[in-house]
């Protein structure tokens, strides 16, 4: 079975903090995803990565970054947290771009 | 644009009981669609997959079916339990590799 693992069910931060949200896959997948989900709003792409080091901008990726040093690896960075940013982050990986998405447990982030 | 819905956004049912799920598309030029199941405050976990040229999926009691001229995708449960209870989503992948998911539908099985 593929395993997407997110580093943190849970998380509190303060306003104006550096965020890092980790995510690993084991199935050596070569696309890993990153979504929020909002009451309302569903799930939003924030950033794709179709290979080590290369990645991609999705439908909001304003007051986010990301890196994929590690082909399993794959993380998600909020340069300066704010509030807005409060939300619920979802990872997920797929072999192929179209192919069968796989998500991770999700990490819930509060920023206060 | 595409755009996904699922209707009802709520369900609920006796234990027991057969029922259907509901994901219409705007766009019928899609690659795949997925169902996925999400319990509270968790991931997706995926259920089904079907590409855009198959008629329909199984794994067990469930059974997706895809009408990509209308439009439509069904989750057939069979013989509902209480622990069918959860968010269930759909994602049209469309052909340029962009995913859109519905709302999803809440089901409740009652014992």
């Known amino acids: 079975d593929v395993k997407v693992t997110q580093s943190s069910r849970y998380l509190v931060k303060r306003t104006g903090e550096k965020v890092f949200l980790e995510c690993v896959q084991d199935?050596?997948?070569?696309?890993m995803f990153w979504y929020r989900q909002d009451p309302g709003l569903g799930l939003r792409l924030i950033y794709f990565?179709?290979?080590?080091?290369?990645?991609e901008k999705g439908d909001i990726p304003e007051g986010y970054s990301v890196s994929r040093e590690k082909k399993e690896r794959f993380s998600l960075i909020l340069e300066s947290a704010s509030t807005n940013q409060t939300s619920m982050y979802l990872c997920?990986?797929?072999?192929?771009?179209?192919?069968?998405?796989?998500f991770g447990q999700g990490t819930r982030l509060t920023v206060v | 644009k595409q755009e996904v819905t699922q209707i009802p956004a709520a369900l609920s049912v006796p234990e027991g009981e057969n029922l259907v799920l509901n994901c219409s598309f705007t766009?019928?030029?899609?690659?795949?669609l997925q169902w996925f199941r999400q319990d509270p405050g968790k991931g997706l976990t995926s259920l089904l997959l079907?590409?855009?040229?198959?008629r329909e999926q199984t794994s067990g009691r469930l059974n997706a079916s895809l009408d990509k001229s209308s439009g439509r995708s069904t989750l057939y449960i069979a013989a509902s339990q209480p622990g069918d209870s959860a968010t269930y989503l759909c994602?049209?992948?469309?052909?340029?590799?962009?995913?859109?998911f519905g709302d999803g539908t809440t089901l409740t099985v009652k014992p």
């Open positions: 997920a990986s797929s072999l192929f771009l179209k192919g069968e998405a796989f």
């Open positions: 199935m050596d997948h070569e696309n």
């Open positions: 990565s179709y290979d080590v080091k290369m990645k």
């Open positions: 766009d019928s030029a899609i690659y795949n």
């Open positions: 079907i590409q855009s040229s198959q």
């Open positions: 994602a049209v992948m469309g052909v340029w590799g962009k995913s859109t």
